[in-house]
Structure formats: structure tokens, C-alpha cells
């Protein structure tokens, strides 16, 4: 696992949009977290299954290739550190973030306030 070659814990963005990518990786790089960046959810999910060690996903929901919910699911136990899936979902659609929120998902809405998506990172990263 790429996870027991890093120092800290391997956190992989996955977004379509490049601002989007740039401005979460720089919050998890405030974490002492390794960071790894995707605009396409196949792209990222390819690495994982050559290189398993995923400490945190952050995924927007809504993207070309495959949804974030899909790349979730494509995303077997044994790519995660210790089997668990831990994710952070990004999206627009208020609708859809209520109704994942109701489904126990932790959603980060866009557009992305900073201290929203610290309170997140820091909560999600002290329970790995």
C-alpha cells in the first residue's frame, strides 16, 4: 500500500474543475496530509487500484466521466487504509446535498466556504 511509503495520510481531490482542485488542496495541505489531485474520476479511480492506500476522499458528485456516489462505489475496501471508506462530497445542488445529508454522507456545499471545508477536513481526519 502507497500509505505505509507516506509519512502522513494520503487525501486524493476529485473534481472537474481546476479552482475548485486548487483551493481544497490547499486546506488539506494545512492538515500534514499528502495530496493528490484528479479532474477525472476514472483517472483517480485507476491510481487507487495500482497504488491502495486512500486515507480521505473528496469528491464533487456531479462530474462527466462518473458521478462521485460511483466512484464511492467503485472504490472496494481494500484501496482504504483499514477497509473504512471515509468521504467528503461536494456539490452545488442544494436539493442534493440536503438529501445526502440525510443519508448520513457528509456534504461540503459549493460554492465552498473555507471555514466549512476546515471544520470538515479536521473532523474527518481525526477519526482515521
Same mark, same amino acid.
Given at each position: 500500500?502507497?500509505?505505509?511509503?507516506l509519512q502522513f495520510p494520503l487525501v486524493i481531490i476529485?473534481?472537474?474543475? *481546476?479552482?475548485?482542485? +486548487?483551493?481544497?488542496?490547499?486546506?488539506?495541505?494545512? +492538515?500534514?496530509?499528502?495530496?493528490? &489531485?484528479? /479532474?477525472?474520476?476514472?483517472?483517480?479511480?485507476?491510481?487507487? %487500484?495500482?497504488y491502495p492506500g486512500l486515507s480521505l476522499l473528496v469528491?464533487?458528485?456531479?462530474?462527466?466521466?462518473?458521478?462521485?456516489? %460511483? !466512484?464511492?462505489?467503485?472504490?472496494? @475496501?481494500?484501496?482504504?487504509?483499514?477497509?473504512?471508506?471515509?468521504?467528503?462530497?461536494? /456539490?452545488?445542488?442544494?436539493? %442534493?446535498?440536503?438529501?445526502? &445529508?440525510? %443519508?448520513?454522507?457528509?456534504?461540503?456545499?459549493? @460554492?465552498? *466556504?473555507?471555514?466549512?471545508?476546515?471544520?470538515? !477536513? &479536521?473532523?474527518?481526519?481525526?477519526?482515521?
Amino acid at each position: 500500500m502507497i500509505s505505509e511509503l507516506l509519512q502522513f495520510p494520503l487525501v486524493i481531490i476529485v473534481d472537474d474543475e *481546476e479552482i475548485i482542485l +486548487h483551493l481544497v488542496a490547499g486546506q488539506v495541505a494545512e +492538515h500534514n496530509c499528502n495530496v493528490l &489531485r484528479f /479532474t477525472s474520476s476514472k483517472t483517480s479511480l485507476i491510481f487507487l %487500484q495500482q497504488y491502495p492506500g486512500l486515507s480521505l476522499l473528496v469528491t464533487d458528485v456531479e462530474m462527466k466521466e462518473m458521478t462521485g456516489p %460511483q !466512484l464511492v462505489e467503485a472504490l472496494t @475496501p481494500n484501496l482504504w487504509v483499514g477497509g473504512k471508506k471515509t468521504v467528503i462530497y461536494m /456539490t452545488g445542488n442544494s436539493q %442534493q446535498a440536503d438529501d445526502m &445529508r440525510n %443519508q448520513g454522507l457528509t456534504v461540503l456545499d459549493k @460554492p465552498i *466556504e473555507t471555514t466549512a471545508l476546515f471544520i470538515l !477536513l &479536521r473532523t474527518c481526519l481525526a477519526a482515521l
